[in-house]
């Protein structure tokens, strides 16, 4: 999960009539909230295209499920915000929908209708309302909530702030239920994992040679640097998990020149 900045969306001008006009047909009863879905679903290449068409809760772009527009509070539960472009969330069928994970221990994942709050909190009736929630579920669009968990060596998501319960709690429930530790992500994560040392390994043998006069040596070892690069960017699938691996060489110092470069 990396951070996906809302203010980078482009709304058309002609959206927010339609999504009014919708608000207020379901409001009268004329129309049910799913029998509007063509309000969101229109936002759905615009919001792709805000993080090159990665799903904001796992990074997968094409080999996970065809995309969704989430709500990312549930139309069912909160009617009011189901034409509110604020609340959508890019997201794959496996993370924004229920699935049977057969080969995990949590067994059933994604996160359908469900909305967890903090125990103690009410949840909001009203927009004005929504300040006084505290969600356990991450929110891609928060810069504080996408810190709150990184990832194992083994491609296993897992909660970053062990000592604090609330931190702890919110990553584990959404590790949990946008079905972040599906093995098919898991394994993607290893394969990764093992590219990049790699990539890294090879580079760091051919760096002292580098500047001598040998194009090849000089060419293979831009090759190297430009994969990891690459894999890094934020327009690249596991990025965050990249950036892990790659962190974990940079007492290397061009490691770390990569690192801060992309």
Request: charged share 25%; aromatic share 10%.
């Amino acid at each position: 999960m990396r951070y996906i900045d809302l203010d980078l969306v482009r709304i058309p001008n002609d959206w927010q009539q339609k999504a009014d006009t919708a608000l207020e047909s379901v409001a009268n009863q004329t129309k049910t909230v799913d029998q509007c879905n063509l309000v969101w679903s229109s936002l759905k290449e615009i919001l792709s295209n805000i993080s090159s068409k990665k799903c904001w809760y796992c990074e997968s772009r094409e080999d996970r499920s065809d995309k969704d527009v989430d709500h990312y509070r549930p139309k069912s539960v909160y009617p009011w915000l189901a034409f509110d472009w604020h609340n959508y969330r890019f997201a794959c069928t496996f993370c924004n929908r229920k699935r049977s994970n057969a080969n995990t221990e949590s067994g059933t994942g994604g996160k359908g209708n469900d909305f967890p709050l903090a125990d103690g909190c009410s949840r909001a009736t009203c927009t004005e309302e929504l300040l006084q929630e505290t969600p356990l579920l991450l929110d891609p669009c928060s810069p504080h909530d996408v810190g709150l968990f990184y990832f194992l060596e083994t491609g296993h998501p897992c909660p970053k702030y062990n000592d604090h319960p609330m931190r702890k709690l919110r990553a584990e429930t959404s590790i949990h239920l946008y079905n972040l530790n599906h093995p098919e992500l898991v394994e993607r994560r290893v394969a990764l994992a093992n590219k990049l040392r790699g990539w890294i390994i090879s580079a760091n043998k051919l760096f002292d040679q580098c500047d001598c006069g040998n194009s090849a040596i000089d060419e293979a070892f831009d090759k190297l640097v430009d994969n990891i690069h690459n894999a890094i960017s934020k327009e690249a699938e596991d990025s965050t998990f990249a950036r892990i691996i790659v962190r974990e060489y940079q007492g290397i110092l061009w490691v770390e020149e990569v690192l801060n470069r992309a």
